[in-house]
């Protein structure tokens, strides 16, 4: 066994192993419906059915170097992926939650895929332009693109709250990678966690209540895979954050958007140290 899919029940704290894998999976979202997962893994896409786990291939038509930057609409009809054809070059593509032809969204790359509004209406991600990365919107039809925020600082993982008020991502542009939360717009950008841990990846509770996110030993470079990393819970105003649970992962654990949908659970990915 390589990887370990697991959901972990947050008021108690208890681990559920769903599928185990020689496979390299990585990044399971929750369909809304709450009956199925969807990771990536070799390339390609999954479905991973709760009820009787097993990884079920999703047509992506001439998609075949997705990474781990992928999601659903909110009304459980479509998918959003990140394809890479070579190194820099991540476009963000649409196509049938049963898979189908996908359409290219962005114009520019490298653009990577993290959050869809909860009103269906625009797609957040992480952009590099002008060799500076930043965090940029565009409608989820694809049109023009918004770059929301920018600077010589890096930028990733922008999510929505469900309230549609607030895009919360990280960066390093306080000194040390740590969590922040910026209006819709990109106004009001503020600071949200401010501990020794290197923080990445912040993903809003469908309800609005609660943060959570992967948080790395202090002075880890980037978000690199094979690491001891914990998830943590935060409140959504702020506050201070709890440890869920401590595993050997990182890069693969949680880049997307993992939560069931009524609160009560998180998806995640936990790597094997000698597989």
Known sequence: MFASVETLEIATGEARVVLETDLHVEAPNWTPDGKALIVNAEGRLFRLPLEAPRLEPIDTGALTSLNNDHGISPDGQTLVVSQSPGRGTSEIHTLPVTGGTPRRITDQAPSWWHGWSADGADL????????????????????????????????????????????????????????????????????????????????????????????YPPGTEGHPFGRDVELRLMPAGGGPPRRLLALFGGQGTLNVPSWSPDSRHFAYVRYSRNP
Request: proline fraction near 7%.
């Open 124 to 215: 957040a991600y992480t952009c590099r332009r002008d060799d500076q990365f930043g965090i940029a919107t565009c409608p989820a039809t694809g049109g023009n693109e918004t770059v929301l925020i920018t600077s010589a600082h890096h930028y990733d993982g922008p999510d929505y709250t469900p309230d549609g008020q607030w895009i919360w991502f990280n960066s390093d542009r306080g000194g040390k990678m740590n969590l922040w939360r910026m209006r819709r717009d990109g106004s009001e950008a503020q600071e949200m966690t401010h501990g020794d841990s290197v923080d990445w990846f912040p993903h809003p509770s469908p309800d609005g209540a609660n943060v959570c996110y992967l948080a």
